[in-house]
């Protein structure tokens, strides 16, 4: 839910220009603040250009108030704590109430007003990612702007000047808050509301974080080794799902903060990249995909028609980023006698489970773990368990969704008929012939 708060301070609204004083306190726009980890609604406008809002995986948008020609919008950086998924709650930084930030959305031409407030133990700033403006607003401390020292509020003006899908980060010791969390998505929508219109539009930004199991602080010095590949700072089963309706244009924008790049695949349908955060991609360039990757410090946008119902898999497709708090140094034990196995390690440690030497199958299995740990591959589904975690959810496309309707529509009802199923299997395994050499073979 959305609270208010205040906070003093004002002046002339000069480049990135630190805002202090009390005679115009009431100048600086309140700040809005979320604490619910589920996607909230679209924030429709009420006033100016018409756009088809975005909504944000686990996240929200950052109301605005309207001052003459301007959008004003306030964030405030200050320490959070986000809820990877039941379970498991991790301290981070990030703004107005969560990590990431909220998503900032606005209109090509808008002229926009954003105050910063810094409530974190050092200085910040924040960096407008890929968004064309002028120098002394860009946001990196020490070259084009003075730091945010804690408890000051800076402003940053300018012209949304292209549309397209953005992102904000900091540009104050860059490895620390960014592997904090700090970062959000912004989306600015063309003024021409029939310019590439979609039905539904998603937006997330994915990072990554080393916690140990037991612990609540991600390690910000760890550049290869991450256990928590996240989607808006949520791992599965705590990613929201993508409810669709059936025949719906869809239009998923996703940016990376992350240290490597993500190979992003949806199931049952085909796509398209459709813009980057350099710009719209023409038409006579775009071809299709079921997978994209999306290389660190980019966005990539893809628009897909939901013509196939049912409940899609929409996922990173290296198959260690589907899981949570996995460890590198895990031996491989299949063809390994769990008999023997378990009674050599049971003389080191009495309370141990011998797994592995048939795989690592883990969705019957119960092991005791420190609190605060999310088990590596968790969620149950309609048919038992799903087996996955980090960067994992489902596009769920059905036919009677309202139009503006994003719950949970729960499990798809499969027509009958239309479920992989059981036979019985042959006692003997068939006889098979062997192959002809293909040298021999004429052409």
């Known amino acids: 839910m959305f609270s208010r708060r205040g906070f003093l301070g004002t002046a002339a609204l000069v480049g990135a220009s630190a805002v202090q004083g009390r005679v115009q306190a009431a100048s600086i726009p309140e700040a809005a603040h979320m604490d619910k980890v589920v996607m909230q609604p679209p924030l429709h406008p009420v006033s100016g250009p018409d756009y088809r809002p975005v909504v944000t995986l686990n996240g929200w948008s950052l109301p605005f108030r309207m001052n003459g020609d301007w959008k004003e919008f306030h964030l405030v950086a200050e320490p959070v704590v986000r809820e990877f998924a039941e379970g498991m709650k991790v301290n981070l930084w990030g703004y107005n109430g969560q990590s990431p930030g909220p998503t900032i959305e606005a209109v090509e031409g808008d002229k926009v007003r954003i105050f910063v407030t810094n409530r974190l133990p050092e200085y910040t700033t924040v960096h407008w990612h890929g968004m064309i403006i002028p120098s002394g607003m860009d946001g990196v401390g020490g070259l084009t702007q003075p730091h945010i020292q804690p408890g000051k509020t800076f402003v940053y003006e300018f012209e949304m000047r292209k549309s397209g899908t953005f992102m904000y980060h900091p540009h104050s010791d860059e490895m620390v808050q960014m592997a904090m969390g700090m970062m959000g998505m912004v989306v600015v929508h063309p003024r021409d509301p029939n310019f590439r219109p979609v039905d539904r539009d998603f937006v997330f930004v994915m990072s990554t974080y080393r916690v140990d199991p037991g612990t609540y602080l991600p390690l910000v010095n760890e550049m290869t080794d991450f256990n928590m590949w996240t989607w808006n700072a949520r791992v599965f089963p705590g990613i929201d799902p993508l409810p669709v309706r059936l025949g719906d244009k869809v239009r998923v924008r996703i940016g990376n903060l992350s240290m490597t790049n993500h190979p992003i695949h949806l199931h049952g349908h085909a796509f398209a990249v459709t813009c980057t955060d350099g710009g719209w991609v023409p038409e006579s ?121 994003y719950r949970d529509p729960g499990p798809y009802k499969f027509p009958q008929g239309t479920v992989a199923y059981e036979v019985e299997a042959p006692d003997a395994a068939p006889v098979r012939q062997p192959g002809k050499p293909t040298h021999k073979m004429k052409m």
């Open 285 to 405: 360039a775009q071809y299709p995909e079921t997978t994209t990757d999306v290389p660190v410090g980019a966005v990539r946008v893809f628009d897909v028609l939901a013509d196939n119902p049912g409940d899609w898999a929409f996922h990173c497709h290296k198959s260690h980023h589907t899981m949570n708090a996995m460890g590198h140094d895990v031996r491989n034990l299949i063809g390994v006698s769990r008999k023997d196995l378990a009674k050599a390690v049971g003389k080191l440690a009495p309370d141990s489970m011998a797994m592995g030497s048939t795989g690592m199958a883990m969705g019957n299995m119960e092991m005791p773990a420190p609190d605060n740990t999310l088990p590596m591959m968790t969620g149950t589904g309609q048919f038992g368990p799903i087996e996955m975690g980090g960067m994992f959810t489902v596009m769920k496309i059905r036919e009677d969704l309202a139009r503006d309707d």
